[in-house]
């Protein structure tokens, strides 16, 4: 008896585990914006649920694709391409930062942008 309730626990656990996980990572709903800034001022904004491909800059670039609900810098003629390798950003918060360029991509709005937490 003792082995089937600890077969329960594990896959009430396993289940939970699963439910976290596809909370925490789920898109961000169709409300969210991608933000642009430049030098510390706002350039653009663009509908996350919109797909779009915009270059940013000039001399200095940065290519943003949006696509799918999530935003990415998928090219740049930075020296470092940190903000090419840091991947696709969905969720309202989370920032896609180019130092060499003085660029921030921000997403904002959307249904996770409400308090994660409350402190007691």
Do not use: F
Not at 30 to 57: M, N, P, W
Not at 68 to 91: F, M, Y
Request: charged share 20%; aromatic share 4%.
């Amino acid at each position: 008896m003792r082995k089937r309730t600890l077969d329960i626990i594990l896959i009430a656990g396993v289940l939970l585990a699963a439910a976290l996980l596809w909370l925490w990572l789920r898109p961000v709903e169709a409300g969210g914006s991608v933000l642009v800034i430049q030098d510390g001022q706002e350039i653009a904004r663009y509908a996350l649920h919109e797909d779009r491909t915009v270059t940013i800059g000039e001399a200095d670039y940065n290519v943003l694709e949006i696509q799918n609900g999530q935003a990415a810098v998928t090219d740049a003629n930075c020296g470092d391409h940190t903000c090419v390798r840091t991947g696709a950003v969905s969720r309202a918060g989370e920032s896609i930062i180019c130092l060499p360029h003085r660029l921030e991509i921000r997403i904002i709005g959307g249904a996770d942008s409400s308090v994660d937490i409350v402190a007691q």
